[in-house]
């Protein structure tokens, strides 16, 4: 997977074909998600679930009736991790024309959760559909992809700092890093906001998320986490096309941070 090209002309796809999904796609899919792991190292179950066959319903999708859903024990760094394992198998499927989307609140939940055999003491943060996509998107489609701003994105001096949080990282700079940071301003997020903000100091990479109100839910957990982890994600990924690695630390740097952003982890190279 060329996951440089995948992230610049990958969409969400909210509106399919009709068709099934084939069997070889599916196995392909299942058997790429299960060799996914992630640096907090908390696996994910995967299962793929049938709208007809368990009654799910979405608002916000039309054309499919395949699903696929993964869980994850609800410890430390669960969203971080179930973000972080999610988008690879989201990427991948693109990859092999194969649409999908993130879906988090816009689903009858407790039918989605029942029909993937969740847990006591574990969370499914989101689903994904998986399908053909259609020739041309629906109006519904279009006008929520119009109202979240799905095909633009914050401006990088909001999103990457170097040092501290009142110097904006130089995207004129250091072409590769900025790549890298490009990989990550593309990344998908609930309602499109964006909330990771990364502070470069030296060869360590800050993540930290911005937090916005009504996205932790009655059980805790915080949805804008799994943004974060889906930017990690892209992150190395980023890495690794350029032939580098980092370490993944939980050392917070004490850096003077603005309302509501919180520290979540560091990679260092």
């Known amino acids: 997977m060329d996951a440089m090209e995948t992230i610049r002309h990958r969409r969400s796809v909210r509106t399919f074909d009709g068709s099934d999904l084939r069997g070889e796609d599916a196995k392909k899919i299942m058997e790429y998600a299960n060799t996914v792991t992630n640096p907090y190292n908390i696996p994910v179950k995967w299962k793929l679930l049938n709208a007809k066959e368990d009654e799910l319903t979405t608002p916000v999708i039309v054309g499919t009736n395949t699903f696929i859903a993964g869980k994850i024990g609800a410890v430390p760094h669960a969203e ?10 989201l990427l991948y499927a693109d990859s092999i024309n194969i649409g999908t989307t993130w879906i988090a609140g816009t689903m009858n939940r407790p039918a989605f959760e029942a029909a993937a055999g969740l847990k006591e003491g574990e969370i499914m943060p989101a689903v994904s559909p998986l399908g053909y996509p259609a020739k041309k998107m629906s109006l519904r489609e279009s006008a ?8 633009s994105r914050l401006k990088p001096d909001r999103l990457f700092f170097d040092e501290t949080f009142e110097t904006a990282f130089d995207m004129n700079g250091d072409s590769w890093i900025s790549d890298l940071f490009e990989m990550i301003r593309w990344a998908p997020s609930a309602v499109n906001k964006q909330p990771w903000r990364i502070v470069k100091c030296g060869k360590e990479f800050h993540f930290y998320e911005k937090r916005d109100k009504g996205y932790i839910d009655n059980t805790g957990f915080d949805l804008q986490k799994v943004d974060i982890g889906i930017a990690m994600s892209h992150f190395t990924l980023g890495l690794n096309e350029q032939g580098q690695s980092a370490e993944l630390l939980l050392t917070n740097p004490a850096i003077c941070t603005p309302q509501d952003t919180f520290y979540v982890a560091t990679y260092r190279l």
């Open 144 to 151: 929520m992809r119009k109202g979240i701003k799905a095909d």
């Open 80 to 89: 971080e991790a179930f973000g972080y394992s999610f988008e690879r198998v």
